[in-house]
């Protein structure tokens, strides 16, 4: 049980993590080049739907991992968690970017993307760290 939940929580992540990584790629190229803009009403349904599940399966299947593994009470654990709900954020407000643009095409996109950008990739290198190297 614990290897297949271990299994699942992987596809979550990947999932979850390509569909904010390519929402950010999609949101700097469309505020560099307004011919992007018109994919963005086309492309967001998928960010939605793979972003989404993959959002609520990362945490339901790393909640059962960590139960099934006895990790519950490990410091290392709880940062990692917390990282992963700063990373939430970092969905939730790509989300509402994505869905600006898509809707209003005289949307201004906004400079904080990079810094969006920047926080998501920073915030995935810092839960591999906590998940492979256990520091505490």
């Given at each position: 049980?614990?290897?297949?939940?271990?299994?699942?929580?992987?596809?979550?992540?990947?999932?979850?993590?390509?569909?904010?990584?390519?929402?950010?790629?999609l949101l700097l190229a469309?505020?560099?080049?307004?011919?992007?803009?018109?994919?963005?009403?086309?492309?967001?349904?998928?960010?939605?739907?793979?972003?989404?599940?993959?959002?609520?399966?990362?945490?339901?299947f790393g909640l059962l991992v960590a139960t099934l593994g006895g990790w519950l009470t490990a410091p290392w654990l709880g940062a990692k968690m917390a990282v992963v709900f700063l990373l939430s954020g970092v969905h939730g407000a790509l989300s509402a970017q994505i869905r600006r643009a898509a809707e209003d095409p005289g949307y201004t996109i906004t400079p904080r993307i990079t810094g969006l950008t920047v926080a998501l990739a920073a915030g995935l290198v810092l839960v591999l760290t906590l998940v492979i190297f256990k520091p505490f």
């Amino acid at each position: 049980m614990y290897e297949l939940a271990k299994l699942f929580h992987l596809i979550a992540v990947l999932l979850w993590t390509t569909a904010m990584l390519g929402g950010c790629a999609l949101l700097l190229a469309a505020k560099a080049e307004g011919r992007v803009r018109a994919a963005l009403p086309v492309l967001r349904p998928y960010y939605l739907r793979s972003g989404g599940v993959g959002l609520i399966a990362v945490w339901a299947f790393g909640l059962l991992v960590a139960t099934l593994g006895g990790w519950l009470t490990a410091p290392w654990l709880g940062a990692k968690m917390a990282v992963v709900f700063l990373l939430s954020g970092v969905h939730g407000a790509l989300s509402a970017q994505i869905r600006r643009a898509a809707e209003d095409p005289g949307y201004t996109i906004t400079p904080r993307i990079t810094g969006l950008t920047v926080a998501l990739a920073a915030g995935l290198v810092l839960v591999l760290t906590l998940v492979i190297f256990k520091p505490f």
